[in-house]
């Protein structure tokens, strides 16, 4: 009997953790949605529930960091990120991620060891040479302007 009582308890958890994924799942697709449709509020709100289920999910995290990055909460943003990099499979997303917050805060030389950082986890994944490439021409325009301000005192 108790064999017969334990085999029910294994099913019954089987079952109760299934039922939570569906729950995690199904809020992040509706994150998404939100996200698609420029809603970031409600898009935060749904992925905060998720948290709750799992704190340590990277889907999770790295979505919360785009709400906020989207919402101008750069800081927040990256904070995400990086809290994703501890539970990420695939940390070159996370490392482009913050390098394209700092590049939309004009952090060019942040930007740049960021995208650097992504390339490192893996060179074969073009966003990440994509964004270094943009921060790198910013910055060079940036020292051209500067030099060019500079020929006008001496």
């Given at each position: 009997?108790s064999?017969?009582?334990n085999?029910?308890?294994?099913i019954s958890?089987?079952?109760r953790r ?8 199904t809020?992040?697709t509706?994150a ?6 420029y809603?970031y509020?409600s898009?935060i709100?749904t ?5 709750k289920i799992d704190?340590?999910?990277p ?11 989207f919402s101008?909460d750069?800081?927040t943003?990256?904070e995400?990120?990086?809290k994703a ?8 997303v996370e490392?482009?991620?913050i ?5 939309l ?8 060891e960021?995208?650097n ?8 994944y073009t966003?990440?040479y ?9 910055n060079h ?5 500067l ?6 005192y001496f």
């Open positions: 009997m064999e017969e009582l085999r029910l308890k294994e958890g089987f079952f299934m039922n939570t994924k569906v729950k995690l799942l809020l992040i509706k998404k949605e939100e996200y698609d449709r809603d509020k898009g709100e992925l905060e529930e998720a948290f704190p340590q999910n889907t999770v995290l790295r979505g919360l960091g785009c709400m906020k990055q101008g750069y800081d943003a990256i995400f990120y990086r990099l501890e539970f990420s499979e695939a940390q070159e490392y482009t991620l390098g394209m917050a700092y590049y805060q004009d952090k060019l030389d942040e930007a740049v960021n995208f950082l992504a390339i490192d986890k893996n060179d074969n966003q990440a994509e964004g270094r490439n943009q921060a790198m021409l910013e325009v940036k020292i051209l302007d030099q060019e301000s500079l020929k006008k």
